[in-house]
């Protein structure tokens, strides 16, 4: 529903707005505002922020109207207003427009002329929001993503390599903070979110720095993905830095109801490499298309993360084999995995 203002020291026409433009209040398509003067519409300004045009006269008291377009376009420069005026000499008019008005009428007013306006101007509104908006989410993604990568997001190569799927070989690694809910249940959105934020950072640091890359955030879980020469080695490395930063961190403190919280970061970890289905899995029709991998493999790390307890490191017997020489680990026994037929042999990396 688009909101205008009007300002207007008539109050006959505030009758007739109402009257000529009924059913579109009815409908829900149109909400008038109404002020008899600048002062007043300034004030009215600060009640109702999402106006979207006003509708001014010039000869008004306190405050007339084109000093109200010059107050206008320091307060908001995204508010565009229509001068509806007796006035309509090409000096008014001049004025109007250099101070920022998108357009001018003359009265009487001529409703059906007004209403096309008002429909031409909310138009031109709503395209400068969606460039806003548009400049806004460029920016954020300038934070994140590297300027050849948004390049070459722009090119026809990619269009073509979002089509593309693949078998590679490589090694997941899921990552939990345990017991990261008794902070969420009993300490403030912001404490929670500040708290997970920077578990997380120092997790994607230990990650990045032995070239893994994060293929998402699970809740309060991270899902990483090592390719390459050596890619479980890396996992295993990039794992053992996670488990002593969090380690290194220090408590958390908090009151509820019953007392206070004290909150020592842990992660558990589940490590498991092989073949896995690598492209982009979701819905065309909602443009949410996930760049991800997928498979046994993935399924295996995620459930081999669940057998983990605080501060362990589990891995299966395959992936044991592949680096029992240059890591010291601990075989656990075997364990029950969801989906598994067999039982599965475990180990945890120690060093």
């Known amino acids: 529903m688009a909101k205008i203002l009007v300002v207007d020291d008539e109050a006959d026409l505030e009758i007739l707005i109402k009257?000529?433009?009924?059913?579109?209040?009815?409908?829900?398509?149109?909400?008038?505002?109404?002020?008899?003067n600048g002062v007043k519409a300034l004030e009215q300004l600060e009640l109702h922020h999402d106006v979207d045009v006003v509708l001014s006269d010039i000869n008004m008291p306190e405050m007339d109207g084109l000093t109200l377009l010059s107050k206008l376009n320091e307060k908001n420069g995204l508010l565009k207003s229509v001068i509806v005026s007796a006035y309509g000499d090409m000096e008014n008019i001049r004025t109007a427009m250099n101070r920022g008005a998108f357009d001018f009428i003359t009265k009487p007013v001529n409703f059906e002329d007004l209403e096309i306006t008002i429909e031409k101007t909310l138009k031109y509104v709503q395209q400068i929001r969606e460039t806003m908006n548009a400049i806004k989410e460029n920016n954020i993604l300038k934070m994140y993503v590297d300027e050849t990568v948004l390049n070459f997001m722009g090119s026809r190569e990619f269009e073509s390599s979002l089509m593309q799927n693949?078998?590679?070989?490589?090694?997941?690694?899921?990552?939990?903070?345990?017991?990261?809910?008794?902070?969420?249940?009993?300490?403030?959105?912001?404490?929670?979110?500040?708290?997970?934020?920077?578990?997380?950072?120092?997790?994607?640091?230990?990650?990045?720095?032995?070239?893994?890359?994060?293929?998402?955030?699970?809740?309060?879980?991270?899902?990483?993905?090592?390719?390459?020469?050596?890619?479980?080695?890396?996992?295993?490395?990039?794992?053992?830095?996670?488990?002593?930063?969090?380690?290194e961190m220090p408590?958390?403190?908090?009151?509820?109801?019953?007392?206070?919280?004290?909150?020592?970061?842990?992660?558990?970890?589940?490590?498991?490499?092989?073949?896995?289905?690598?492209?982009?899995?979701?819905?065309?029709?909602?443009?949410?298309?996930?760049?991800?991998?997928?498979?046994?493999?993935?399924?295996?790390?995620?459930?081999?993360?669940?057998?983990?307890?605080?501060?362990?490191?589990?891995?299966?017997?395959?992936?044991?084999?592949?680096?029992?020489?240059?890591?010291?680990?601990?075989?656990?026994?075997?364990?029950?995995?969801?989906?598994?037929?067999?039982?599965?042999?475990?180990?945890?990396?120690?060093?």
Do not use: W
């Not at 009993?186 to 578990?199: A, G, I």
């Not at 809740?219 to 390719?227: E, H, K, P, Q």
């Not at 992660?267 to 498991?272: A, D, K, P, Q, R």
């Open 251 to 351: 408590n958390e403190s908090g009151n509820t109801s019953s007392g206070a919280v004290l909150f020592k970061p842990k992660v558990s970890i589940g490590i498991n490499s092989g073949e896995m289905i690598s492209g982009n899995i979701g819905s065309a029709n909602l443009r949410r298309l996930d760049y991800t991998v997928i498979g046994d493999t993935v399924n295996t790390a995620q459930r081999l993360q669940s057998a983990a307890r605080e501060g362990q490191i589990i891995i299966s017997e395959s992936s044991y084999e592949k680096i029992k020489e240059s890591f010291n680990c601990r075989k656990v026994g075997e364990v029950i995995l969801k989906n598994k037929s067999n039982p599965v042999v475990i180990y945890e990396v120690l060093d």
């Open 19 to 36: 009257q000529k433009f009924r059913q579109k209040i009815r409908d829900h398509k149109y909400e008038f505002v109404f002020a008899a």
């Open 166 to 247: 693949e078998t590679v070989e490589a090694t997941v690694l899921f990552i939990d903070i345990c017991s990261f809910t008794s902070i969420s249940e009993s300490q403030s959105p912001d404490t929670v979110v500040r708290l997970l934020n920077s578990y997380f950072d120092v997790m994607v640091k230990e990650i990045i720095a032995q070239s893994g890359y994060i293929d998402k955030f699970i809740g309060d879980a991270i899902m990483a993905v090592f390719r390459g020469d050596f890619h479980l080695d890396r996992a295993v490395e990039a794992s053992l830095a996670v488990r002593k930063k969090i380690e």
